[in-house]
Each structure stands twice: as C-alpha cells, then as structure tokens.
C-alpha cells in the first residue's frame, strides 16, 4: 500500500504563493497518476491538478496560469507550487496517487491526511 504525507499548507495573503509537497512511501509496483485535490468547507472535494507518469499535466480552469504541478519519480514525490492566491483558494488540499501493487494488478487510490491552506483577503 501506499503513504502519502502532505506539507506546506498554511495562510497566506492574497496574491501570495504557497508550495504543498506530498511524499509516497510504502510497497507498491507503480505510481502512475499524482494529483492534488481541495475540498472547501461544505463543497465536495474537486480536482485540481494532475500529473502522469510521463509528465502530461492537466489544471482545473480556476487555477491554470497560476498553479503548477510537478513530480519526481524517483522520489515518488509531488508538488503543488500556487501563486497570485485568491480568497477563493481557500481549502484543505489533499493528494491523491494511482498505484499498482504488482504489474496486472488493477489501480488503486491513495489519499494523503490533507493541508490546510487558507487565503486572506
């Protein structure tokens, strides 16, 4: 299985930036997909980035241009460097990976505990 620990959440003024890393440890095969997720209070959790294997990324429109995900494979770790922060960021943001434990074995989900990350207007 898989461990994820998250860090770097916190507050922040608006237009600030803010780096979350996330960190997989455990036994598995693979780590395919890395994501990061945020969940505001009363709202369901949405996606907001993802990263493949290979290094293809994909953004929620609310963050393009100003959120930028990153992995190490090596490492089995994953970024989330946020800049010009709004208000409307505000959430617990929570990783989430994609692993096998063997070669023909189907995907599996981990999540990570969650960081809060709160923007001041």
């Known amino acids: 299985q898989v461990r994820l620990v998250e860090s770097g959440g916190g507050l922040v003024q608006a237009g600030g930036s803010l780096r979350l890393s996330c960190a997989a440890s455990g036994s598995f095969f693979s780590i395919n997909d890395m994501a990061w997720y945020r969940q505001a209070p009363g709202k369901q959790r949405d996606l907001v980035a993802k990263i493949t294997s290979s290094g293809i990324t994909n953004y929620a429109d609310s963050v393009k241009g100003r959120f930028t995900i990153s992995r190490d494979n090596a490492k089995n770790m994953v970024w989330l460097q946020m800049s010009f922060l709004k208000p409307e960021d505000t959430a617990v943001y929570y990783c989430?990976?994609?692993?096998?434990?063997?070669?023909?074995?189907?995907?599996?989900?981990?999540w990570g505990q969650g960081t809060q990350v709160t923007v001041a207007s």
């Open positions: 989430n990976v994609k692993f096998q434990t063997n070669f023909w074995a189907p995907s599996q989900d981990s």
